[in-house]
């Protein structure tokens, strides 16, 4: 854990609260409250906690206007000058991918394989925010998605558990880390690891829906992005909707006390998610609210989101002997701790003159946002190298349905951003090319009628036609579930048109979750796809189009060939009968998998080796090999470490990540790299739900996707 407080001040401020002032204190409300006299009672009487600053559930896809600084600070002052205790309130958004700067969404973010990069992206993130008066963000999203139906996979950062929970490490270090000084003076953010747990594994995709999750994936799959965001000192939790093998998750005790605050040694505070506690009455888990508070309470929900059974029922509960006061203080510490931590008691108020001050980042949040967008760009084919476009005098057809857009490049969960500062595609082409040598469809033009102008042009003289083709950012998100995961309707038949016009074609896909894009690839010269990008979009994209850098994204996900492949992911288990076990029509391998991803420049490996063959259990393992750029531009190559446990007493993947690492090579420059693998990562949880790492032969296995080949046997012993 890298925060602390003084137990004595916990202890302190404990003891001077009566229970309803306590039990205030586990209290989320809305801020965009009808009656805000009524809510200034409330805070004064000591009722309100925390508030949350957005009017809606579905926050993400909703227009959302965030309280000003003065009035957030009127509502702060009147919970510190005038409740009795003065206990300081905790303010709440959904800061997920940038705030004014809106960088690539948390998938995008996921696809350059850049832990500093990320956590660059959250720190700056966390300054717009705090400097609006944003205490607490509700990020990152730890859940393993592996059915790109369900909406919320735009959310997190993929399929693979050891890689979501580095990405989840890197948010929370740039949302939390603090030289010196407290959190809330160095412009810092609290962060919220969501959702505890299996949220992701939604059946068929349908958001909020039952989720069947046995033990053992429970332990290895989806309970290890949790720990290792602990492990980075992340300071909340939030409580998932979904009901759980028969359970509610933000009604289990043996999920939240069990093994959040027991296993894990959970010290922070348990938020539920939006009206979760009161949704265990839909689940039929709860008669009414009083049995919705008990549970919940019981459980280890610290603090109740936007609906009111606690505030309404939690003192009659400890009355009637259904609620004992050690529970109800082990809830308000936790809360408590958190508020001194991040330095609300000292610094309650968020200076005005310091959000005005706003501005003087946008240089900087600019540039950190389009080289996100330009590490995050993934090239997926590029036939006889029509990319990258370097020659100025090139002529250029540009179409598509996302050319002109802004709005659709924010992504969803942008509520603080504005479409007026996208860069769109077209805004960053004219920028790059002159007037005579792009030919462009009007920005209000339908799909029929991009193509008639498109068909309508001499293609003679056209070097390549590029078309922007896409999701808009509210096809993905929370409560955007979507049967088929194709292109919205027309715009495949768009680009089966222009592929008859016989010039070399260039697909760009914007989207907010994997796509299946079979028909796509197929008349494609070059495909690229770039997950929703923000405000630096346009600018992101052509600087990999045009190769002033290289392209370095690569999938944090597996793309299907059809719908009809869910769930498809890189770390399945073994099966029995490995010849069979395909479907009649189609094999059972992904359109793209995980870690895929073209460059510009050839990259080999040669010369893996280990320190030794026989290690001990516990011991790092010791691995160098050499990298050489074989191309004739220099690049960045993505290895990627992958491991398999031959024989174990409980079922592995086949193979499963253990290591990444990013080398910047010019031409011909070969690198001889060490890489130390941690014992951890080579471990599981066994049937006894202890972790361990048994005896047996391994395999490392190296290269630029989940696919390579290149193997390095080794043995561990007891």
């Keep these: 854990m890298s925060w602390a407080v003084d137990e004595r001040l916990v202890e302190d401020k404990l003891s001077q609260l009566s229970l309803v002032e306590k039990i205030g204190q586990l209290c989320q409300e809305t801020a965009e409250c009808a009656d805000m006299d009524a809510l200034r009672e409330r805070i004064r ?11 809606t559930p579905f926050a993400g896809s909703e227009a959302q206007v965030c309280l000003t600084v003065a009035e ?50 959250s720190a700056m993130a966390a300054l717009e925010a705090s400097r609006a008066g944003v205490h607490w963000t509700f990020s990152p999203m730890l859940d393993i998605a592996r059915d790109p139906r369900w909406g919320r996979v735009v959310e997190g950062y993929g399929e693979d ?78 409580s998932a909707f979904n009901e759980i093998n028969g359970e509610s998750a933000s009604g289990s005790r043996r999920l939240l006390s069990g093994i959040l605050k027991e296993r894990l040694r959970f010290q922070g505070f348990v938020v539920s998610d939006w009206a979760s506690v009161w949704e265990m009455i839909e689940h039929g888990l709860a008669a009414d609210e009083s049995d919705a508070a008990r549970i919940a309470m019981h459980a280890g929900v610290d603090m109740e989101m936007v609906t009111t059974t606690y505030l309404d029922c939690l003192e009659a509960l400890h009355a009637a002997g259904q609620l004992p006061m050690e529970r109800i203080d082990d809830a308000v510490r936790r809360v408590l701790r958190i508020k001194l931590a991040y330095g609300l008691f000292e610094s309650p108020l968020t200076s005005v003159s310091v959000a005005s001050d706003l501005v003087q980042t946008q240089t900087e ?48 969960w942008a509520m603080d951003g504005n479409p007026e500062d996208v860069c769109s595609y077209s805004d960053a082409a004219r920028a790059e090319w002159s007037s005579d040598q792009l030919l462009m469809s009007d920005e ?30 509210t096809r993905s998100g929370e409560n955007h579930c979507i049967t088929e995961i194709e292109l919205p309707d027309g715009q495949v038949e768009l680009v089966e048109g222009l592929a008859k016009l016989e010039c070399p074609l260039i697909v760009v896909v ?124 220099s690049g960045v190559a993505q290895l990627q470490i992958y491991a398999e446990d031959l024989v174990s007493s409980s079922s592995r993947p086949k193979r499963f990540l253990v290591g990444f690492l990013r080398s910047h090579l010019d031409v011909g420059q070969c690198e001889a790299v060490d890489y130390t693998i941690p014992s951890e990562r080579l471990s599981f949880v066994n049937r006894s739900q202890d972790r361990v790492i048994e005896p047996g032969e391994f395999r490392l296995y190296l290269g630029f996707d989940a696919s390579c080949e290149m193997m390095v046997p080794f043995n561990i012993s007891r």
Excluded at 45 to 55: F, Q, R
Excluded at 200 to 221: C, F, K, P, Q, V
Excluded at 444 to 473: K, T, W
Aim: proline share 4%.
């Design 45 to 55: 009487g000591g009722k309100v906690g925390s508030l949350i600053l957005a009017s």
């Design 72 to 121: 957030l600070n009127e509502l702060q002052r009147v919970a510190v000058e005038e409740s009795r205790r003065g206990v300081p309130l905790l303010f709440g958004r959904d800061i997920i991918h940038g705030h004014r700067t809106v960088f690539p969404v948390p998938l995008g973010q996921a696809c350059a394989w850049n832990l500093e990069l990320i956590e660059a992206c």
């Design 161 to 238: 558990p050891f890689y979501v929970g580095e990405c989840g490490a890197a948010v929370i270090r740039g949302y939390q880390n603090v030289a010196t000084g407290s959190m809330k003076s160095q412009g810092k953010l609290i962060a919220c690891a969501k959702h505890f747990i299996g949220y992701g594994a939604a059946e068929g995709g349908r958001d909020y829906n039952t989720t069947e999750i046995t033990e053992h994936s429970l332990y290895n799959i989806y309970v290890p992005p949790f720990e290792r965001a602990l492990a980075e000192g992340c300071m909340t939790v939030m």
């Design 365 to 412: 949040a600019r540039r950190l946002a389009r080289q996100a967008v330009q590490e995050s760009v993934v090239l997926l084919k590029n036939e006889k190298e029509i990319l990258p476009l370097g020659r100025k005098e090139q002529s250029l057809l540009l179409v598509g349905p996302l050319l002109h857009e802004r709005d659709a490049l924010l992504g969803t």
């Design 444 to 473: 209000r033009a339908s799909m029929d009628q991009m193509l008639a102008y498109a068909q309508a042009q001499d293609v003679n003289r056209l070097d390549a036609v590029i078309v922007f083709v896409g999701e808009p950012a």
């Design 510 to 633: 914007t989207s907010g979750r994997p796509l299946v894009l079979e028909r796509v690839i197929d008349c494609a010269s070059a495909l690229v796809f770039n997950f929703h990008g923000g405000v630096e979009s346009g600018t992101g994209l052509l600087d990999v189009l045009v190769g002033r850098v290289d392209a370095t994204g690569r999938l944090p996900v597996s793309f299907p060939k059809t719908t009809g492949q869910i769930p498809i992911y890189y770390n399945r288990k073994r099966v029995g009968r490995p010849w069979a076990g395909a479907y009649l029509n189609m094999d059972a391998e992904p359109q793209f998998t995980f870690g895929a991803g073209l460059s510009y420049t050839d990259f080999e490996l040669e010369g893996a080796t280990l320190d030794k063959i026989n290690y001990q259990a516990g011991e790092d393992i010791q691995l160098n090999v050499s990298i050489t750029n074989t191309g004739q531009r």
